[in-house]
């Protein structure tokens, strides 16, 4: 099995886990994992589904941020199965990428009344980033082959 990832940047304080994708239907169509942020005063976790037809899926819309370290106009939306999980994408100009990770309930994305936690992340658009998406995609990978 397959150690959750921690993702921290330093000098920033903030951390993403991704646990280890499961099956959990045998199908190798539909996999979930736990996602936790931490921060100071910010402690949150949900399961996210992520699908193989994801349009796009998460390792796609990961290579495609670390392709435009140039930059991009606007924001770049990923979004889970269900929406707990939702990342956001935004290209300073200077070399910066600015991530924002924001966790909802898994059994009740949609509701008003749910909570979330969002933190962001400052990524460095080159090297940084590079390797950002490199751990991500090699550890959905060695679960499950998708995107």
């Not at 921290?8 to 942020?37: C, I, K, N, S, Y």
């Not at 941020?65 to 991009?72: F, I, T």
């Not at 992340?121 to 940084?128: D, N, R």
Request: charged residues 20%.
């Amino acid at each position: 099995m397959v150690a959750p990832l921690v993702i921290q940047l330093p000098p920033q304080t903030a951390r993403l886990v991704l646990h280890p994708l499961t099956d959990p239907l045998g199908d190798e169509d539909m996999w979930t994992f736990r996602v936790e942020l931490h921060d100071e005063g910010i402690n949150a976790e949900t399961t996210a589904t992520v699908a193989r037809f994801d349009n796009p899926p998460l390792t796609t819309y990961l290579r495609e941020l670390k392709e435009a370290w140039q930059g991009w106009p606007g924001v770049r939306t990923w979004r889970s199965f269900e929406q707990e999980l939702r990342l956001d994408a935004c290209h300073d100009g200077l070399g910066h990428v600015t991530l924002r990770v924001t966790l909802r309930p898994p059994a009740q994305p949609y509701a008003d009344e749910a909570w979330s936690a969002q933190i962001a992340f400052v990524i460095e658009a080159g090297e940084q980033m590079t390797g950002l998406v490199d751990a991500i995609t090699a550890h959905i990978r060695a679960e499950c082959q998708i995107g």
